[in-house]
T-cell receptor
Framework: NAGVTQTPKFRVLKTGQSMTLLCAQDMNHEYMYWYRQDPGMGLRLIHYSVGEGTTAKGEVPDGYNVSRLKKQNFLLGLESAAPSQTSVYFC???????????FGEGSRLTVL | QQPVQSPQAVILREGEDAVINCSSSKALYSVHWYRQKHGEAPVFLMILLKGGEQKGHDKISASFNEKKQQSSLYLTASQLSYSGTYFCGTGGQNFVFGPGTRLSVLP
């Protein structure tokens, strides 16, 4: 039982490049989240989804897009990466009704 | 809106107690507590639901006062393994976290 899996775990991009982070969960959870965490800071909500085919903006959505075409997957896209998007990205999922959030191991992104 | 936590940081000796507070300007229906160690993902500690209190982890307990829109996390007889950053989380579907409280337990 893998839980929440994020790929890739590390990535270096140049300014202006695009990339997609994949989050996959095998717990049949309805809710999925993308957070970013900058050094010494808390977790800030980028986008979230409460079910297949639905997405919504969080606290810091600018510069990111998401898709939830399948219930088990939540994709986070950066269309034109900027140095300000250098961060560690965490995906999380939970059942409907907001029980415990299960986190992936994180994806460390560096934009040069 | 993001909840507020206090203190920002605390340093303890093993065996000492600590309290971490979380408050919100919005009505709280539930509060989550998580601990994150350096370089790792946050780990769930407990959930407190409206009208209830739940003790969920070792000597760590918490209270929830929905009228005051506050929750407090109590760490009793702290151990070295308690070191890390503690986050409270609140919200409905758009679940947000406080800025965190960095706890250091020294021998």
């Amino acid at each position: 039982n893998a839980g929440v899996t994020q790929t890739p775990k590390f990535r270096v991009l140049k300014t202006g490049q695009s990339m997609t982070l994949l989050c996959a969960q095998d717990m049949n959870h309805e809710y999925m989240y993308w957070y970013r965490q900058d050094p010494g800071m808390g977790l800030r909500l980028i986008h979230y989804s409460v079910g297949e085919g639905t997405t919504a903006k969080g606290e810091v959505p600018d510069g990111y897009n998401v898709s939830r075409l399948k219930k088990q997957n939540f994709l986070l896209g950066l269309e034109s990466a900027a140095p300000s998007q250098t961060s560690v990205y965490f995906c999380a999922s939970t059942r409907q009704g907001l029980g415990e959030l299960f986190f992936g191991e994180g994806s460390r992104l560096t934009v040069l | 809106q993001q909840p507020v936590q206090s203190p920002q940081a605390v340093i303890l000796r093993e065996g000492e107690d600590a309290v971490i507070n979380c408050s919100s300007s919005k009505a709280l229906y539930s509060v989550h507590w998580y601990r994150q160690k350096h370089g790792e993902a946050p780990v769930f500690l407990m959930i407190l639901l409206k009208g209830g209190e739940q003790k969920g982890h070792d000597k760590i307990s918490a209270s929830f006062n929905e009228k005051k829109q506050q929750s407090s996390l109590y760490l009793t007889a702290s151990q070295l393994s308690y070191s890390g950053t503690y986050f409270c989380g609140t919200g409905g579907q758009n679940f947000v976290f406080g800025p965190g409280t960095r706890l250091s337990v020294l021998p």
